[in-house]
């Protein structure tokens, strides 16, 4: 009989992020393979800087914050000291494709045996919906009223796993989403893979997650989950690019 | 303990300091004048087995030895001021997790780039906050480049008996001047500090968090106040300062580092011409101490505050004594150096 429980590896406590929201479904998808691989005892995650910094109050294991985009900055501090430990960080677009770009790229160029998860909802949540580097074009923020626009030089959506991708110390990069759930299956099994990468000592992994942000894109959670399906992802094509 | 002469610079001698002294991880970025340090610890971190890292930036370093340290390790990085510029939100991320760790700062002249003479102009930086939020750094100044030694032992227990960042504060001048300094042969004892709140994975304990958000109400005050009355234990239990000639003496001269031994230089001039003046040296400039200034200085006539800066230390000087006497204030910056001349002259007019 298939029996449907929380993972051990989770606080018995409800998620606070807004209806809808992707971050709960990562935050479980998370918790379940570091219950699966057996690693809790020796998981570290880094938090971002963003709505998903308090995801000690969800994760039952050790867990730290780190100031906005320099997760991947303390993640090789912890690793290369502690190299038996899994270390993973779990940052939004603002976080690590924006202010903590260098660190990413950097980070990931040097091959640290980490695991990266990378929530994509195109906006900034936490602030109140500004232009994220992964905002679509003509995507309303609040600091694009008007529709993200790149011949006013609000640039182009940032295509992460692609960019990091043609760096030799990136072993796996792949995007998947949490708008189904087959889609779910498909993320729960890259989360897993770039788990497994670091066990394995293979080197850094990066998994983007397509994630509906409907609070700051304003549509209900059904429509957000449609939008991530029928708009986000001809943006942002879902699978391995690594 | 039987030693060893050697003779290196500053920069080297804060190197096999902090190694001695248990350093396990060290991430620094290339800017003059520290790079001898960098180079240093390159070459001594891989021969003890241990980590070195060339950051991509200051601030990938602060945020690298933020992880190394809240993984249970000793965790230092080094930089010049525009550097040090940079870290400092990493620094005061530090302090609100109340993480250990020691950062050097050997100062060049500033604002801006500046230029890599020697400087004295960070001490508001250092020891009035530097980053956001109410916190403080403990702030050694080493005098000598045995102390440049010396002080990484003091820097590292300091940091780990109390969760506080330390940050040692040098300048050009000492960080490249070579002198013979004393190491002890033998592995020194290093004390070792029960770090339960690191981040080892949750094995046969509750999950550890480092944090320093603190939402709902009254919250973060709370935290704040816990800050306070560390500082406050701090401000009680570590000042350490270095007095000499305190008595028979009509004046008073107070400088710290580079700037003490050029006073001290001028307030020997002073004495063949029959002027005798007490030397006071601040160690730690956090927690500056004002209380021994004070009782020094009760009976003098004047104090003359020495730096590498247009008065920055002087205002702690101030504070300590208030209206009680005249003191007067000499300074240099922009990577100039004053000669024990210039300030013999200097006193020799003020104190006609």
């Known amino acids: 009989m298939l029996e ?86 779990y940052q939004g677009d603002g976080d690590l494709a924006s202010i903590g770009m ?45 529709g993200r626009a790149p011949q006013k030089g609000e640039g182009y959506p940032l295509k992460v796993p692609e960019l990091l991708a043609n760096l030799k110390g990136v072993v796996y990069a792949e995007r998947t989403s949490v708008d189904s759930p087959a889609n779910i299956i498909k993320t729960k099994q890259a989360i897993k893979k770039a788990f497994l990468n670091q066990i394995e000592e293979k080197g850094f992994s990066l998994v983007e997650v397509l994630s509906q942000c409907p609070t700051v894109w304003g549509l209900s959670p059904v429509q957000a989950v449609r939008w991530v399906r029928e708009v986000m992802v001809k943006e942002f094509p879902l699978g391995k690019i690594k | 303990m039987r030693s060893k002469k050697v003779f290196i610079t500053g920069n080297e001698a ?11 991880f060290y991430a620094g970025y290339p800017i003059t004048p520290q790079n001898e340090l960098t180079a240093f610890m390159a070459k001594r971190m891989a021969e003890e087995k241990r980590i070195f890292i060339q950051a991509e930036s200051e601030i990938s370093a602060i945020n690298m030895v933020f ?13 010049s001021s525009p550097g040090i510029s940079l870290k400092q939100e990493g620094i005061s991320y530090l302090a609100g ?81 070579a002198e013979a300094i ?18 080892t994975g949750a094995k046969g304990r509750a999950p550890n968090v480092i944090r320093s958000l603190f939402l709902g109400e009254g919250v973060l005050e709370k935290h704040n ?79 003359f505050v020495f730096e590498l800066s247009y008065g920055q230390m002087v205002e702690d000087v101030r504070l300590a004594l208030g209206e009680s006497l005249p003191v007067y204030f000499y300074g240099r910056a922009g990577g100039e150096v004053f000669t024990e001349k210039e300030l013999l002259n200097f006193v020799e007019k003020e104190n006609a």
């Open chain 2, 67 to 79: 992880g190394a340290s809240a993984s249970g390790v000793r965790a230092m990085t080094s930089s």
């Open chain 2, 97 to 177: 997790c109340e993480l250990p760790a020691v950062i050097v700062n050997v100062q060049r002249g500033g604002p801006g780039l500046g230029n890599i003479g020697p400087s004295q102009s960070d001490y508001f930086q250092a020891t009035k906050g530097g980053g956001h939020g109410d916190y403080h750094l403990i702030v050694l100044a080493p005098g000598s480049v045995q102390e440049c030694f010396d002080f990484m032992f003091l820097a590292f227990n300091l940091a780990d008996k109390y969760r506080n960042p330390v940050m040692v504060l040098l300048d050009a001048f000492l960080g490249q001047m």
């Open chain 1, 4 to 89: 449907f429980k929380k993972p051990q590896t989770l606080k018995d406590k409800p998620f606070h992020y807004c209806p809808g929201c992707g971050h709960g479904i990562v935050h479980r998808i998370i918790a379940e393979v570091v219950e699966e691989l057996g690693i809790r005892e020796r998981t570290v995650a880094v938090a971002p800087v963003g709505c998903a910094v308090v995801a000690y109050d969800y994760w039952d294991f050790d867990v730290t914050e780190s100031a906005h985009g320099r997760a991947l900055a303390v993640a090789t501090g912890i690793k290369r000291c502690r190299p038996q430990l899994a270390v993973f960080t």
């Open chain 2, 225 to 303: 106040l816990k800050l306070q009355k560390k500082y406050k234990k701090i401000r009680d239990n570590e000042q350490l300062f270095e007095i000499e000639n305190r008595n028979n003496s009509e004046i008073v001269f107070v400088a710290y580092g580079i700037s003490y031994r050029i006073a001290k230089e001028a307030s020997l001039l002073l004495q063949e011409k029959g002027l005798k003046v007490a030397l006071f040296r601040p160690i730690t400039l956090w927690p500056f101490p004002y209380q021994a200034l004070k009782s020094l200085a009760k009976d003098k006539r004047a104090v």
């Open chain 1, 102 to 146: 260098a660190e990413t790229l950097h980070c990931a160029n040097r091959g640290e045996n980490l695991t990266c998860i990378f929530i994509n909802n195109a906006c900034y949540g936490m602030t109140g919906g500004q232009m994220a580097p992964t905002t679509l074009i003509g995507q309303k923020t609040a600091t694009t009223p008007q």
């Open chain 2, 14 to 24: 804060i190197g096999e300091g902090a190694v001695r002294a248990g350093c396990f």
């Open chain 2, 182 to 199: 004393e190491i002890p042969k033998s592995k020194i004892q290093i004390s070792n500090y029960k770090k339960d709140w690191a981040l």
